[in-house]
């Protein structure tokens, strides 16, 4: 099977929920992918005022979840999600095979990335789209190989990291990536913000990777849609070449 997947490397409009809302069902009316992803809090605008923005959000993601069905797509987007232990900076997996929220587990707590506004999430989340799975984390996640790991062993085809990663990041960004996709033998799509936000400089730089960790679809610093073809009879090619799923030691309790 082949699903087309969309990097979609906006820049949003920070506290305006129905404008980035509005990009997105755009994307997903414009029949150029299958799954279209966005960057970490792309619906809020990373660095708004989440505490006031719930009903806007809430309705937003109906609203979207209803054109996905509707389109027969995937929206895989950043955004606060509200629950009864605080505010989750989260993503949203929206599919015609049901809505699946990944809260991001590892909060970056240091310099202009602390992020204390936000409860740290408990569980990995794997999203479907036609019975492909798609693991799923948020930004400073991807440097615990542990998430990706553990999705790509419960049968993810591939794993989503989407970022707020300033040029000051690039360099250890540009390091794992390749290193994620390469030793979980599964594609990968990395999404970045892009320009100016929260007195930051987002470096862009979105890209899809092969199981073997090659680019095969990449973004530059400005905003870009890259589309990259994710092909499961390829999948399992890679993963007889590099059986390092299989040979995991499932037996040993490594912590």
Not at 103 to 125: C, I, M, W
Not at 223 to 242: H, K
């Amino acid at each position: 099977m082949k699903v087309r997947v969309a990097l979609c490397q906006f820049m949003p409009d920070v506290g305006d929920v129905e404008s980035n809302g509005e990009r997105m069902i755009s994307c997903l009316r414009s029949d150029d992918a299958d799954v279209y992803i966005f960057p970490e809090l792309f619906l809020t605008g990373y660095g708004a005022d989440c505490s006031v923005l719930k009903d806007e959000v809430q309705a937003m993601v109906r609203t979207i979840s209803e054109e996905c069905r509707g389109t027969d797509t995937a929206a895989v987007f950043g955004s606060p999600r509200y629950t009864d232990d605080g505010v989750m900076n989260s993503l949203a997996f929206l599919s015609p095979d049901g809505d699946v929220w990944y809260d991001k587990a590892h909060l970056a707590r240091f310099g202009v990335y602390a992020e204390n506004e936000f409860t740290e999430g408990q569980s990995p989340a794997i999203g479907l789209y036609h019975g492909i799975g798609f693991g799923m984390c948020v930004c400073y996640d991807i440097f615990f190989p542990e998430i990706l790991h553990g999705c790509s062993l419960r049968g993810a085809s591939v794993n989503i990291c989407v970022a707020a990663s300033a040029v000051q990041s690039k360099p250890f960004l540009d390091k794992v990536i390749s290193a994620r996709a390469l030793e979980n033998v599964t594609y990968l799509a990395y999404v970045n913000n892009t320009g100016p936000l929260n007195g930051l400089e987002m470096h862009g730089c979105s890209r899809g990777l092969d199981p073997f960790g090659d680019v095969i679809a990449e973004c530059g610093t400005s905003e870009c849609v890259s589309v990259f073809t994710v092909d499961t009879e390829e999948l399992e090619r890679a993963r007889g070449i590099r059986r390092h799923l299989t040979d995991f030691r499932s037996d040993i309790l490594w912590l």
